[in-house]
C-alpha cells in the first residue's frame, strides 16, 4: 500500500460537526493581534467567534496589515491547535508546481520528482491549511481548489486514488476580489466557497490610535532578539502618528527595527527618523505643549477643557469619564487600560484624537461641517485641529 493510499484511510472531513466545547482548548498560547482600537477590537472579537468552528475563513486586509496573524491565531483559538498550521504562498510558487505543493505527487509523476512527497494538505491533516495570495492563483489551480472544498478529496499528481482530507481552509489576500471576478481573473464560486466567514484587517492609518501599543510590543521583541531597546520621545510618537503607513503593521516594524539599530540604548527623537517620517515643517511641537489641549484634560484635569472639547473625548468613549467610573474604565474598555509598562499618555491620547478625527472625515465624505457634527465640534474648531493634526480635507465646508 502506496503513503498516498494509506493516508486516504483517514477519518473523513469534519466540516459538518457541531462546534466543540473551547473550554477544552485554553487559548493561553495564541498571539492576538496588538491593539485596542474599535476596528482591531472587532477583528479579535471575529477571530474569537470564528475559531471554534470549522468554517472557512476569507482574511483580507492591504499588505502588512497582519492576515497572516489573524489566521495564525484562528487556529491557535481552534480545536485544531495541536495539529499543524501549514502555511503556502499561493502567489510565489509557480502554477505548475501549485499543484503538486498543495496535493503532493507520486515518484516519477513528473521530470523531477524522485520520490513520492506529501503535499500540504496532506502535511495540515487535522489542522489549517492557510492559502495566503489566493488572489494571485491561476484559474487551473482555482478549479483544483474549488473541488477540494467541495467535496473534501483531492488526487496527488500521478495518482487517481482520491485522498480524503480533514482540514480547515483559511485564505488571505490584499486584492479587491470582486474587482478580480469582475475582470474574470477569480471565479465567483471560488470567492462565495471561501467567503463563508470574512475577516477585514484595518489597515494602520484607521487605527493608528494603536500604534503606541505596537512600538511597544517591537520594541519588547527586539530586546528578545537581542537588539538594543530604545524609548520614544513623545513628540517622535506623535509626528509617526502622522504618517501614512502604506506598509501598514510590516513597515512599523521594520522602522522599530532599523532605530534600535540605529538609536538603541537612548531616546528616539524626530531628527533620528528617516525623513519620510519627520512631520511637516509647519507642526510645532512645542506649540502643542504650551497650549491647553484635550491631552491634558484626558488624564481627569477636565477643568482644563472647554465643554465641546470634553464632549468628543468623553462621548466617543476614546477617555474614561474618570479612572474610578465603573461604567467605563474596567479592564474591557481596553483603550483605558493601562498596560503593564506604563504608557506615553500624550502620544496615546493624540493618536487617538487622530484616529476618531480621521473616521469622521471619512464617514463624512471629506466634508469638514459634518465631520464636524459627528465630532460635535464647531466647524471653525475643527478646521483648526486638521491644521495642527497635518490632516487635509476634502473640503473645508
Ligand atoms: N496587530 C498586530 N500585532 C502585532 N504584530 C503585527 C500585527 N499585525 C501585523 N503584525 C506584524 O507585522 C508583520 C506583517 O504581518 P503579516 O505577515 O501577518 O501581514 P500580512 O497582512 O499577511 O502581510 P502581506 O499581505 O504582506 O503578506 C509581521 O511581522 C507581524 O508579526
Ligand atoms: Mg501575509
Known amino acids: 500500500m502506496s503513503a498516498a493510499q494509506s493516508f486516504s484511510g483517514l477519518a473523513p472531513g469534519s466540516g459538518q460537526s457541531a462546534p466543540p466545547d473551547l473550554a477544552a482548548f485554553p487559548a493561553a498560547a495564541a498571539r492576538l493581534p496588538t491593539g485596542n482600537s474599535p476596528a482591531i477590537r472587532e477583528v479579535i472579537s471575529l477571530i ?14 492591504e499588505s502588512g496589515t497582519g492576515k497572516e496573524v489573524a489566521a495564525r491565531a484562528i487556529h491557535d483559538l481552534s480545536p485544531r491547535r495541536n495539529r499543524p498550521f501549514v502555511a503556502v504562498n499561493c502567489g510565489a510558487i509557480p502554477t505548475e508546481l501549485l499543484e503538486s505543493e498543495l496535493f503532493g505527487h507520486e515518484k516519477g509523476s ?3 520528482a524522485i520520490a513520492a512527497r506529501k503535499g500540504r494538505f496532506e502535511i495540515a491533516e487535522g489542522g489549517t491549511l492557510f492559502l495566503d495570495e489566493i488572489g494571485d492563483m491561476s484559474p487551473s489551480m482555482q478549479v483544483k481548489l474549488l473541488r477540494v472544498l467541495q467535496e473534501r478529496v483531492f488526487e496527488r499528481v500521478g495518482n ?9 481552509i483559511i485564505a488571505a489576500t490584499h486584492r479587491n476580489l470582486e474587482d478580480s471576478i469582475a475582470r474574470g481573473t477569480f471565479r465567483e ?106 491631552m491634558e484634560a484626558a488624564v481627569g484635569e477636565k477643568d482644563l477643557l472647554d465643554d465641546e472639547e470634553a464632549f468628543t473625548l468623553l ?50 465624505s471629506g466634508t469638514v461641517a459634518h465631520a464636524a457634527r459627528l465630532l460635535n465640534l464647531r466647524r471653525t474648531t475643527l478646521v483648526e485641529k486638521l491644521r495642527k493634526l497635518g490632516i487635509e480635507a476634502a473640503t473645508e465646508v
Open 160 to 168: 487517481h486514488v482520491p485522498l480524503r482530507c480533514n482540514v480547515r
Open 315 to 364: 462621548e466617543t468613549g476614546a477617555i474614561a469619564a474618570s479612572p474610578a467610573s465603573p461604567s467605563r474604565a474596567g479592564a474591557s474598555d481596553a483603550l483605558t487600560a493601562l498596560p503593564e509598562a506604563g504608557i506615553d499618555l500624550r502620544a496615546h491620547l493624540l493618536s487617538i484624537e487622530r484616529g476618531l478625527v480621521q473616521q469622521a472625515l471619512e464617514r463624512a
Open 110 to 112: 513528473f521530470t523531477g
Open 48 to 61: 474569537r467567534q470564528v475559531a471554534g468552528h470549522h468554517s472557512t475563513v476569507l482574511i483580507l486586509g
Open 189 to 294: 464560486d471560488l470567492f462565495h466557497r471561501l467567503n463563508v466567514f470574512p475577516v477585514d484587517m484595518p489597515p494602520l492609518r484607521r487605527r493608528i490610535e494603536d500604534l503606541p501599543l505596537l512600538v511597544r510590543d517591537f520594541v519588547a521583541q527586539n530586546v528578545s532578539d537581542g537588539r538594543p531597546a530604545v524609548q520614544f520621545a513623545q513628540r517622535t510618537l506623535a509626528a509617526l502618528a502622522l504618517h501614512g503607513w502604506t506598509g501598514n503593521v510590516r513597515e512599523l516594524s521594520n522602522l522599530i527595527e532599523r532605530l534600535s539599530i540605529i538609536a538603541g540604548g537612548r531616546i528616539v527623537q524626530i531628527e533620528d527618523l528617516p525623513m519620510k517620517y519627520r512631520p511637516p515643517e509647519d507642526w510645532v511641537w512645542e506649540e502643542r505643549q504650551t497650549e491647553r489641549s484635550e
